[in-house]
T-cell receptor
Framework: EAQVTQNPRYLITVTGKKLTVTCSQN?????MSWYRQDPGLGLRQIYY???????DKGDVPEGYKVSRKEKRNFPLILESPSPNQTSLYFC????????????FGPGTRLLVL | KQEVTQIPAALSVPEGENLVLNCSFT??????LQWFRQDPGKGLTSLLL?????REQTSGRLNASLDKSSGRSTLYIAASQPGDSATYLC??????????FGSGTRLLVRP
């Protein structure tokens, strides 16, 4: 089954404790992206990647890191999480950045205490 | 900086009605315009993607139009059904493949 998977789905952590949210797709998609969704602020893009080793900042990249060493994986790294990073995070992928339908993962709900 | 606005924020209609959701953007230099659907507590589903060179796209009862010169896109839903109840999001993609979302229109279709 074609899908985008994220892990973990739910995470409670404390300020400053490094964490990684994994994202994997099995569709051989080139474009992958991370978003955060907050009440009143909507969905905002954090980072995106056009292909392996090619990443770029979205609208709200501060406090986040990403890497794209393999085509299928696009982990989101929070080196020193802060409470303002408490949010619902979505990963998505598409065959091509500008042409393809985006497939979204189920979301990761993060609470930083 | 691109800003994407969706009006209205919420809409309630009786079943069977045809309806239009609006999306406006400030920078007309877009690469494409995308529409998504989000169901409560769930992820997002891509509905339609309109390239900057296109005027509209259709999928079933959905039709999305794009007018770059006026900075507007509309999503037309024909013969609405209760199952169409969801939040609808539009997003513009620029030439560097960055995606900016609107805040969404929450649609309720009453039986």
């Amino acid at each position: 089954e074609a899908q985008v998977t994220q892990n973990p789905r739910y995470l409670i952590t404390v300020t400053g404790k490094k964490l990684t949210v994994t994202c994997s797709q099995n569709m051989n998609h080139e474009y992958m992206s991370w978003y955060r969704q907050d009440p009143g602020l909507g969905l905002r893009q954090i980072y995106y990647s056009m292909n392996v080793e090619v990443t770029d900042k979205g609208d709200v990249p501060e406090g986040y890191k990403v890497s794209r060493k393999e085509k299928r994986n696009f982990p989101l790294i929070l080196e020193s999480p802060s409470p303002n990073q408490t949010s619902l995070y979505f990963c998505a992928s598409s065959l091509d950045a500008g042409l393809g339908t985006q497939y979204f993962g189920p979301g990761t709900r993060l609470l930083v205490l | 900086k691109q800003e994407v606005t969706q009006i209205p924020a919420a809409l309630s209609v009786p079943e069977g009605e045809n309806l239009v959701l609006n999306c406006s953007f400030t920078d007309s230099a877009i690469y494409n315009l995308q529409w998504f659907r989000q169901d409560p507590g769930k992820g997002l589903t891509s509905l339609l993607l309109i390239q900057s060179s296109q005027r509209e796209q259709t999928s079933g009862r959905l039709n999305a139009s794009l007018d770059k010169s006026s900075g507007r896109s509309t999503l037309y839903i024909a013969a609405s059904q209760p199952g169409d109840s969801a939040t609808y999001l539009c997003a513009s993609m620029d030439s560097s493949y960055k995606l900016i979302f609107g805040s969404g229109t929450r649609l309720l279709v009453r039986p």
